[in-house]
């Protein structure tokens, strides 16, 4: 069976049409049931976006991806900076 990709506002919807069926007294397998995903989905996703509104994820998802392309030029001028050190010291 393949994997279904799930954007973050897909997420947060699922997660609060989760929160609906378990006010209206259904259990957590019940609702999950109804959404199309496994418990153990449920309860990753509302460790990671739980308390997030739509627009927090949106900016969360943003500085994930900045972060990792500081880290991306961090690693690079690294390299480059230890290939500078190389060359200056030929001794070694």
């Not at 947060?12 to 259990?27: D, M, N, P, Q, T």
Request: proline content about 1%; charged content about 35%.
């Amino acid at each position: 069976m393949a994997r279904k990709r799930f954007t973050t506002e897909q997420i947060i919807h699922h997660l609060r049409a989760v929160e609906v069926e378990i006010a209206k007294g259904k259990r957590v397998a019940e609702a999950c049931k109804v959404i199309g995903v496994t418990e153990q989905t449920y309860y990753r996703w509302r460790k990671a976006y739980g308390g997030l509104k739509l627009d927090q994820a949106k900016q969360f998802k943003q500085l994930e991806r900045e972060n990792a392309r500081l880290k991306k030029l961090v690693a690079d001028l690294s390299l480059d900076n230890a290939i500078l050190k190389e060359a200056a010291n030929p001794n070694c």
